[in-house]
């Protein structure tokens, strides 16, 4: 069956850096695309990072500079990488695969364009 299970989660100071960690299992990894969502208790859900099935990545413009997406289909794992925190990059992170049945080469940023999601990561960033 399908897994997505979030690591790397945790506290970091404003500045800071985190790197979260997605592993993949249970489909052929690297046909799909995959994204990163976080969210706020009390507010929407909010797309920051996608990427398709050759590697090119779309950004949120609130993360864009700051944090990177990446992968490594040899592992089965998708990644970002978050620096210069904000307090306001508080929330619980979540990755998801859009597992549909065709081709997908250009990965959104629309939550209802993912049908599978991890258990989600927090991460909380102090001033």
């Known amino acids: 069956r399908v897994q997505l299970v979030e690591s790397g989660g945790g506290s970091a100071q404003a500045g800071g850096s985190l790197r979260l960690s997605c592993a993949a299992s249970g489909y052929s990894y690297s046909r799909y695309c995959m994204g990163w969502f976080r969210q706020v208790s009390g507010k929407e859900r909010e797309g920051i990072a996608a990427i398709d099935v050759v590697s090119i990545a779309t950004y949120a413009d609130s993360v864009k500079g700051r944090f990177t997406i990446s992968q490594d289909t040899a592992k089965n794992t998708l990644y970002i990488e978050m620096n210069s925190l904000k307090p306001e990059d508080t929330a619980m992170y979540y990755c998801?695969?859009?597992?549909?049945?065709?081709?997908?080469?250009?990965?959104?940023?629309?939550?209802?364009?993912?049908?599978?999601w991890g258990q989600g990561t927090q991460v909380t960033v102090s001033s």
């Open positions: 998801a695969a859009d597992l549909r049945p065709y081709d997908c080469h250009v990965a959104s940023l629309m939550g209802s364009e993912y049908n599978y």
